[in-house]
């Protein structure tokens, strides 16, 4: 469909787990209760969020990198995309990190909260997004960029965020 803009995602790797939508894979990880999926297990790889209305509680599991592919992807896309959450998950660890852990992208009313960001280059980023939130989130150490709100965002909200800094520098 090329109606309207897209963002083209090219994964370094086959991996990509689909929540959402016709192609929804939730159930191949976790359980899913209306909007809601809820994971069950660790996922190993880089999340898309496919359709508007979603809830992605990641219920303390892991999002990780493939350790082949370390410092690259994205943990979780929401790419054109409103009422979105993104709830209670650890994104990235040492040696499975990404080059961002959640990157919403011309997207409405996603709230990212309740998750721990460890290592990533970029924790969070909002691009060209409104009414956007990142809440109660832990942004450990070696992660470059907390959050990021670039190229005209709108009415985001940024509030009660931790941020370890590393001791050593």
């Known amino acids: 469909d090329l109606t309207e803009p897209r963002l083209l995602w090219i994964q370094p790797f086959e991996s990509t787990l689909h929540i959402g939508g016709a192609g929804d894979q939730c159930e191949t990880v976790g359980t899913r209760d209306g909007n809601t999926c809820t994971l069950t297990t660790d996922v190993i790889g880089e999340v898309a969020i496919d359709a508007d209305d979603?809830?992605?509680d990641c219920d303390g599991h892991s999002i990780l990198q493939s350790p082949q592919w370390p410092g690259s992807g994205v943990g979780?896309?929401?790419?054109?995309?409103?009422?979105?959450t993104i709830r209670n998950c650890s994104i990235g660890a040492v040696g499975q990190t990404y080059g961002t852990g959640v990157l919403a992208f011309h997207a409405t009313q996603v709230i990212v909260s309740g998750s721990?960001?460890?290592q990533n280059d970029t924790a969070i980023a909002f691009l060209s997004t409104t009414q956007c939130t990142a809440t109660d989130n832990v942004i450990g150490m070696g992660t470059r960029n907390g959050v990021a709100l670039?190229?005209?965002?709108?009415e985001n909200e940024v509030s009660n965020n931790s941020i370890v800094i590393d001791p050593a520098g």
């Open 54 to 56: 979603q809830v992605l």
């Open 76 to 84: 979780v896309l929401v790419s054109w995309k409103s009422g979105i």
């Open 116 to 118: 721990d960001f460890e």
């Open 150 to 154: 670039n190229d005209d965002c709108l």
